[in-house]
Nanobody
Framework: VQLQASGGGLVQAGGSLKLSCAAS????????IGWFRQAPGKAREGVSC????????YYVDSVKGRFTISRDNVKNTVYLQMTGLKPEDTAVYYC???????????????????WGQGTQVTVSS
């Protein structure tokens, strides 16, 4: 299982970014995929996650209405479209995968065994 996150960058407040998580070595539809972020001095938190099959999604309250998670099983890629970015969204964003995550645990980092490298998102005020 390999995950490659990309798409981070520097953007002004109110701007948009689209993160991509390219997966290899497994069938994407069989796995829950999560986007997590970690800011300096803070714990890693679940941002948005999508269950195996894509039928269930999770968003942390602070991003609801601004971020959208989606998956393309043909391209084996999960996306996180981020709009209305705020300085408090600044963090390193990671994608993670696991085949055994139940709905209530989608946003919990310890539910995921496989992690990609992070991509930095910086939002300036």
């Amino acid at each position: 299982v390999q995950l490659q996150a990309s798409g981070g960058g520097l953007v002004q407040a109110g701007g948009s970014l689209k993160l991509s998580c390219a997966a290899s070595g497994f069938t994407l539809d069989d796995y829950a995929i999560g986007w997590f972020r970690q800011a300096p001095g803070k714990a890693r938190e679940g941002v948005s996650c999508i269950g195996g099959g894509g039928g269930t999604t999770y968003y942390v309250d602070s991003v609801k209405g601004r971020f959208t998670i989606s998956r393309d099983n043909v391209k084996n890629t999960v996306y996180l479209q981020m709009t209305g970015l705020k300085p408090e969204d600044t963090a390193v964003y990671y994608c993670a995968a696991d085949s055994r995550v139940i709905y209530s645990m989608l946003g919990v980092p310890s539910s995921y065994d496989h992690w990609g490298q992070g991509t930095q998102v910086t939002v300036s005020s």
